[in-house]
């Protein structure tokens, strides 16, 4: 049943025949009220005074939007790839620089932008199951906004890779980088989806010259996932 409940000092809009990440976002995006717009993981939580942080470093600029580290919650990188310096978000820095749960932007810049890629993400129906966020970001960053990622502000975020059977993370593995790599032939990333496939081939290899096929297995799915991303049709 669809319907709205108040929650503090918000509301959760709950439409169950709106499948799919990015179309539930889409959806949200037509009920905007505030000026600044975020879009957090349903098990994602921001630490204490982090809205504020984000509000005053918003009004104090002329950034468009702003980007923090993922972390989880033992307080180490999640993913183990962000960078460790303050640095402006451009195409090629987005793999280390962005995800959806740490993205803030301006409604100006979201209004301008418009919606996300519906082909893509969680849920989408397609092979792509993620990529969206870099998708919106790379659009964002053609309008000619600036976005700037701060790390000594932190989203909090579960490390997926740690959690559920083997087999079940690497499928994830390799619908995530499906989405990654469709995204960087959409936007004919054609460096960047050299460097990503490359750099995959090169940790498959060390992770078999360590004899570690756990590792081998991850880096095999992830490798698998850019290239059929990179060279679907559809």
Same mark, same amino acid.
């Given at each position: 049943?669809?319907?709205?409940?108040?929650?503090?000092?918000?509301?959760?809009?709950?439409?169950?025949?709106?499948?799919?990440?990015?179309?539930?976002?889409?959806?949200?995006?037509?009920? &905007?009220?505030?000026?600044?717009?975020?879009?957090?993981?349903?098990?994602?939580?921001?630490?204490?005074?982090?809205?504020?942080?984000?509000?005053?470093?918003?009004?104090?600029?002329?950034?468009?939007?702003?980007?923090?580290?993922?972390?989880?919650?033992?307080?180490?990188?999640?993913?183990?790839?962000?960078?460790?310096?303050?640095?402006?978000?451009?195409?090629?820095?987005?793999?280390?620089?962005?995800?959806?749960?740490?993205?803030?932007?301006?409604?100006? &810049?979201?209004?301008?932008?418009?919606?996300?890629?519906?082909?893509?993400?969680?849920?989408?129906?397609?092979?792509?199951?993620?990529?969206?966020?870099?998708?919106?970001?790379?659009?964002? &960053?053609?309008?000619?906004?600036?976005?700037?990622?701060?790390?000594?502000?932190?989203?909090?975020?579960?490390?997926?890779?740690?959690?559920?059977?083997?087999?079940?993370?690497?499928?994830?593995?390799?619908?995530?980088?499906?989405?990654?790599?469709?995204?960087?032939?959409?936007?004919?990333?054609?460096?960047?989806?050299?460097?990503?496939?490359?750099?995959?081939?090169?940790?498959?290899?060390?992770?078999?010259?360590?004899?570690?096929?756990?590792?081998?297995?991850?880096?095999?799915?992830?490798?698998?996932?850019?290239?059929?991303?990179?060279?679907?049709?559809?």
């Amino acid at each position: 049943m669809a319907g709205r409940v108040a929650r503090g000092d918000g509301e959760y809009l709950h439409e169950p025949v709106v499948r799919g990440l990015s179309r539930g976002r889409n959806r949200g995006l037509t009920q &905007l009220r505030g000026d600044i717009v975020a879009f957090p993981d349903d098990d994602c939580w921001y630490p204490s005074g982090l809205l504020a942080d984000v509000r005053a470093t918003l009004e104090d600029t002329s950034l468009d939007g702003i980007t923090t580290r993922l972390s989880a919650p033992s307080g180490k990188a999640n993913m183990l790839r962000w960078m460790d310096e303050r640095a402006t978000v451009t195409p090629a820095r987005i793999p280390r620089t962005v995800t959806s749960a740490t993205l803030f932007l301006r409604r100006e &810049l979201v209004e301008q932008v418009g919606g996300f890629d519906e082909a893509l993400g969680s849920g989408s129906g397609t092979p792509f199951g993620a990529g969206e966020e870099t998708d919106y970001v790379l659009r964002a &960053l053609a309008t000619g906004a600036r976005l700037e990622y701060l790390p000594t502000l932190e989203v909090f975020h579960p490390e997926w890779r740690d959690e559920g059977a083997e087999d079940e993370v690497l499928a994830k593995v390799t619908r995530y980088n499906r989405g990654f790599g469709r995204v960087l032939r959409k936007h004919r990333r054609w460096g960047e989806a050299a460097y990503w496939i490359g750099r995959s081939c090169v940790a498959v290899a060390v992770a078999a010259l360590r004899g570690r096929r756990d590792r081998v297995r991850f880096q095999v799915a992830q490798l698998r996932g850019r290239v059929q991303g990179f060279t679907a049709r559809r």
